[in-house]
């Protein structure tokens, strides 16, 4: 897999990225390689030449509680149909995971409905009030205050994940 800075993203990366993750998420397409925001890194998995699986990475504090927190967000993680249910998605998380423990990471955190799969993983399912900044089509709609429990943390440095209040200090993945 290979991990990838923004501003180093090839065209030939961006198209094909926009074409795995406009496959794996239809009811959210766009004319881009990225939903709402352009992460700051790129996890791209290779097969043969050809992107088979996709993630972005970015990098913020959190602030949960009274607590601040250097975390690593997965965003628009995908693998291409064809080669789902191989191990490529357990692998890239693994490698993402491999990663950050090399960084100044305390958690690497995801949004996501599958529960089992990132369980299974090593992700703790997190319910709270959340705020964040709500961005839709390159457009700020102010700040969201709402509950969610669909927020995963991994743990990375060893910290706790305090209860409370989550403040993501930007946009949601």
Not at 39 to 50: Q, S, T, V, W
Not at 60 to 89: N, W
């Amino acid at each position: 897999m290979d991990i990838v800075h923004e501003i180093d993203v090839t065209n030939q990366q961006h198209q094909a990225i926009t074409k795995v993750r406009n496959q794996a998420f239809p009811e959210h397409q766009v004319p881009r390689s990225y939903y709402k925001q352009l992460p700051h890194m790129r996890a791209l998995e290779y097969k043969n030449g050809e992107l088979i699986g996709y993630l972005g990475l970015d990098y913020r504090v959190m602030k949960v509680a009274d607590t601040v927190y250097t975390v690593l967000g997965i965003i628009d993680f995908c693998v291409a149909k064809p080669y789902r249910s191989q191990g490529v998605g357990s692998a890239m998380l693994a490698e993402v995971a491999a990663f950050a423990e090399k960084k100044n990471v305390d958690f690497i955190t995801l949004i996501s409905e599958h529960h089992q799969f990132y369980c299974a993983r090593g992700y703790q399912q997190v319910s709270a009030i959340n705020s964040w900044l709500r961005v839709d089509e390159h457009t700020n709609y102010g700040v969201a205050v709402e509950f969610l429990d669909q927020l995963y943390v991994k743990p990375i440095s060893g910290r706790e994940w305090e209860c409370g209040h989550v403040e993501w200090l930007g946009y949601m993945y």
